[in-house]
C-alpha cells in the first residue's frame, strides 16, 4: 500500500511539473530535464509513469476537467454556469489547467498529444442536452451547436483576459459571456433565476469544499 502510494504521488509530482513547464513555455520549448528538475524525481521514475514528452502531455490533458467542484442543482443551466465560472476562478491559479489551455492552442502539437477542447465542449452538449429534457432551453437551442459556440466565445475570452489582464478579470469577464448569451438560450422563467455573478465560481468552489468536508466528517464518526 505505501509503494502505492508512493506511486501515486511521483506521478502526480511528475504531472504538475510538466504543467507548470507546458504553461510557462509550451509544448515545443520544454525539456524532460526541467520537468525532472521541478518535479524531483529520477528520469526512471518519470518514465515509470510516461514513456515520452507527449505521454505527459497526454496525462496534463486528461487532468483537465474534474468534477471536484461539482455540486448538483435544481437547474442544469446553473449546473453549466458553474461549471465555467468554476474553471474561469481556477484557472489563473492552477499549472493544469493552463497547461491544458496552452496545449489545446498548439496547432502544430494537437496531432501528437490531442487537445482539451472537445472534451470542454461535450460536457457543455451534456449539460444542454439535459437542461432542454427539463425545459429549461428555448425551443430553437440545438446543445451540440451551443457547445461549439461557447467553446469559442470562452476560448477567446480567456486568451483576451490572458493579454489584457494576466487573467485578473477573468470572473468578471466569464460572467459577462454568460450574461449575454444566456438570453439567446435560456427560458424566460429560468434565466431570472440563474446566478452568473463574478464571484459565483468562488462560492460553489467554497461550498463544494464544505460539502467534502462534511461527508469526511460523516464517514469517520
Known sequence: MAQ???????????LEAAAGVFAERGYAAATIAEILNRAGVTKGALYFHFD?????????????????????????????????MTLADRLPREPLLLAAVRLSADLQGRDVFGSAWPAWAEL?????VEARARGEVLPHVVPEETAQVFLGAWMGVQFVSQAVADWADLDQRMSALFDHLLPAVAAPSVLVRLDTAPDRGARVIEEA?????????????
Open 4 to 14: 502505492q502510494e508512493r506511486a501515486v504521488r511521483t506521478r502526480r509530482a511528475v
Open 52 to 84: 515520452s514528452k507527449a505521454a505527459l502531455a497526454r496525462g496534463v490533458l486528461e487532468e483537465r476537467i474534474s468534477a471536484e467542484y461539482h455540486v448538483p442543482r435544481e437547474l442544469k443551466l446553473q449546473e453549466w454556469v458553474d461549471a465555467g
Open 124 to 128: 457543455t452538449a451534456s449539460l444542454l
Open 209 to 221: 469544499r464544505r460539502r467534502s468536508r462534511a461527508a469526511l466528517a460523516g464517514a469517520s464518526s
